[in-house]
């Protein structure tokens, strides 16, 4: 996916935001956003406006100092996932497909994203969970994507947020641990989940983990370290998790799910849904007619 103009406005206001959460110097806010702006007027735009962004978070980090702004933000919807968990598991083990409960529940944890200035309260996590069991899914329906999962001989299962691998975690579970290898952020970015997020979600105990070995967000191939290219090319499919992947995975030749909601315009016009939809968007996927 490439970036489009109204990309570039998301990221100066979202540059302008973290550089206030890293530091209160004044002179440092002024010189994050001019070095931002200068990225940003000779940026490529037929990158993805993800992988634009991870240079911002260099800048930032360079100049404001701080390693982890989302640190204590992760840890919280963390928490909040965790403590949501065993009532989460009691409804899918009353549901009457248990398989589509544990799909709408992977899409509504997508809604812990505080990327593109976004600010998520709990309330908001929980308002999206009982939604997620009520809203339509655009794309392909969850029967439909079972399909290809029950198929599949071995899967890499690309994450996105801390709190949201925690609802992940529930439909692993329903996929069969054994033929997933779960994916996470190779360094602190937004609030991405990374590996002590895996570890803190019970998911380094279920599933093997690897991280994609660079310092951004999403997981554009040709960026990522080996471990995860090879996982990539050797997996049956991919499930890839949030905007952030679908904005780096979307031209990737692999047999690919994407699970997200789509919180942003740009997103949602480039997959062809409804702004704020829950999306299952497939590619590169094998059709038996017969």
Not at 12 to 19: A, D, E, P
Not at 159 to 164: Q, R, S, V
Not at 166 to 171: A, T
């Amino acid at each position: 996916m490439h970036t489009t103009l109204d990309c570039l406005d998301c990221l100066v206001r979202q540059s302008l935001r973290v550089s206030r959460m890293v530091t209160d110097d004044r002179g440092a806010h002024q010189e994050i956003m001019h070095r931002v702006l200068v990225h940003l007027s000779g940026a490529d735009l037929s990158r993805s406006p993800t992988e634009i962004s991870s240079t911002i978070y260099r800048i930032i980090h360079e100049v404001g100092g701080s390693v982890d702004p989302y640190e204590e933000i992760k840890r919280r919807f963390n928490d909040l996932a965790l403590d949501m968990l065993p009532g989460l598991e009691r409804r899918l083990a009353a549901a009457a497909d248990p398989w589509d409960a544990a799909v709408r529940l992977a899409l509504a944890g997508n809604i812990i994203d505080f990327g593109g200035g976004r600010d998520v309260k709990a309330r908001d996590v929980l308002e999206t969970v009982e939604a997620s069991f009520l809203d339509p899914i655009s794309g392909m329906s969850p029967a439909d994507a079972r399909l290809h999962v029950d198929r599949a001989g071995s899967i890499l299962y690309v994450g996105d947020n801390a709190g949201e691998i925690v609802f992940d975690r529930l439909l692993v579970e329903r996929i069969g641990p054994e033929k997933i290898t779960f994916v996470v952020r190779g360094s602190p970015i937004i609030n991405d989940a990374t590996i002590s997020d895996a570890r803190a979600a019970g998911l380094t105990d279920l599933v093997r983990v690897i991280d994609t070995g660079w310092d951004g967000p999403g997981a554009p191939p040709h960026r990522c370290g080996p471990a995860f290219t090879e996982a990539l090319e050797t997996a049956s499919l991919v499930i890839a998790k949030g905007q952030g992947n679908y904005e780096t995975m979307s031209e990737v030749t692999r047999p690919i799910l994407f699970l997200l909601r789509a919180k942003c315009p740009v997103v949602a016009d480039h997959i062809g849904v409804a702004h704020g939809a829950m999306v299952i968007s497939g590619r590169n996927l094998h059709v038996d007619r017969t």
